[in-house]
């Protein structure tokens, strides 16, 4: 099984990246073959400042890497450095119909607000598509917000397998049920671009403030209340083992608590969580060319595969073209 997922740094990660996507990674990391990379080639249709993309792709890289994916286990690296991939996008780009396009969420929310969309931003899914067909991936562990993106991958994999015979592999998404959405400090999902997130390496005393600022409603404390659809139990849930998570659920029930004691168990479990990686991310920016070493390392490995998966697509379509 080969497993392969991609993160943008178009800012620090938050809790959603971590338990939605993140943790799986790190959990996978064991399969045949696992493949990581920093996706700074779609952050570029919103990230604009050279210095700031590239700062935000190393501190991605170092932030992987301390919260426990394992350069020996897995393969990890920056997509730009892959240009295998820009390449296969391009032949994949011939076989997606517009229409697919127009459908899917990034660029129609944008639309939507009426703002103006770049083609990077409207063919975003395919080079996700490439992304994900030139490592003959089968598994893509992502966040429920990506589902939509493996779809496409997988549409166009079945047309170009349709047109030109058996080329790449069919993937599929793989999900966390209980973190594949996870919410933020205002209960919608979690997203930079709805400025309702945690971050994971955030000081210890911001962290609790936005935790504080969590969105609570405004019952009266004495009122029972049903965790499984309040955001602040979701959230406490994602750090809480089995009996901490049935403790506070019986807490809900009862009623008689103020959201306050929660949120204080919360930003303590948090900070916990976070603590050995804190530490670890310390030593790593202390030494940021061992962090090259493994972005290197990870990108020639990653080309030794896309590569020849390259080279099967450009035979299969007819533009391997040579002297015979
Ligand atoms: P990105 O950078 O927006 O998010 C990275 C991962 O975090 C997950 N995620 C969440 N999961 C649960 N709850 C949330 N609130 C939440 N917010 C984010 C996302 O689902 C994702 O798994 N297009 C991708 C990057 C990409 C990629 C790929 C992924 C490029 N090529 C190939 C997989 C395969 C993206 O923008 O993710």
Sequence with gaps: M?????????????WGNYFGAIRQYIELQDA????????????????????????????????????????????LFIQSHVPEVSELCWLL???????????????????????SADAGLFTYP????????????????????????????????????HLFGETFVMPRAKLLDASAKVPGIDGEKMSKSYNNTIELFEPPKSMRKKIMRIKTDSRPMEEPKEPETDHLYQLYSLFANETEREEMAALYRRGGFGYGEVKKALAEKA???FAEPRQRREELVAHPERVWEVLHEGARRAREKASEVLQRAQEACGVFCQRR
Excluded: W
């Design 126 to 161: 395919v080079l996700m598509a490439a992304d994900i067909l030139a490592y003959d991936s089968d598994v893509v562990p992502v966040g429920e917000d990506q589902i939509q993106h493996i779809e496409v991958c997988r549409d166009l994999a079945a047309k170009f397998n």
């Design 32 to 75: 045949d073959q696992a493949f990581y990379f920093i996706a700074n080639l779609h952050a570029l249709t919103t990230v604009r400042d050279p210095e700031q993309l590239c700062q935000l792709t190393f501190d991605a890289a170092v932030d992987l890497l301390a919260l426990g994916l394992d350069p020996e286990r897995a393969v």
């Design 2 to 14: 080969r497993v392969l997922s991609g993160i943008q740094p178009t800012g620090r990660f938050h």
């Design 271 to 273: 900070e916990a969580f």
């Design 93 to 115: 780009m011939t076989v997606t119909p517009m229409g697919l396009l127009e459908r899917c969420h990034a660029y129609k929310d944008k639309k939507a607000r009426g703002l």
